[in-house]
Nanobody
Framework: QVHVVESGGGLVQAGGSLRLSCVAS????????MGWFRQAPGNERDFVATITWAGSTRYADSVKGRFTISRDNAKNTVYLQMNSLKPEDTAVYYC????????????WGQGTQVTVSS
């Protein structure tokens, strides 16, 4: 199974950038789909971006053009580069993994806080 740990969160001003990292353990990491999700206070956990084992990406409409998901299989790491941050991006960001062709993400990290000030 896969264990994931997020890092890289912090406090930034609107318009700034952050890069989140997610280190995953597991012998089959290179064949797992990876995703980023976020949850703001009072809200449900929402999809942000995903990247398949083959490198195909998807983004929520709210982050298209601003966020980039990528992976480095040699380092068992997935990244979320966040540019042009907005206060509404403030949330706890979670990294997750799934084993295709499963529909759901089975393995979740503990989350990292991202706060964007106005």
């Amino acid at each position: 199974q896969v264990h994931v740990v997020e890092s890289g969160g912090g406090l930034v001003q609107a318009g700034g950038s952050l890069r989140l990292s997610c280190v995953a353990s597991g012998r089959t990491f290179s064949r797992y789909d990876m995703g980023w999700f976020r949850q703001a206070p009072g809200n449900e956990r929402d999809f942000v971006a995903t990247i398949t084992w083959a490198g195909s990406t998807r983004y929520a409409d709210s982050v298209k053009g601003r966020f980039t998901i990528s992976r480095d299989n040699a380092k068992n790491t997935v990244y979320l580069q966040m540019n042009s941050l907005k206060p509404e991006d403030t949330a706890v960001y979670y990294c997750a993994a799934r084993n295709p062709p499963g529909a759901g993400y089975d393995y979740w990290g503990q989350g990292t806080q991202v706060t964007v000030s106005s």
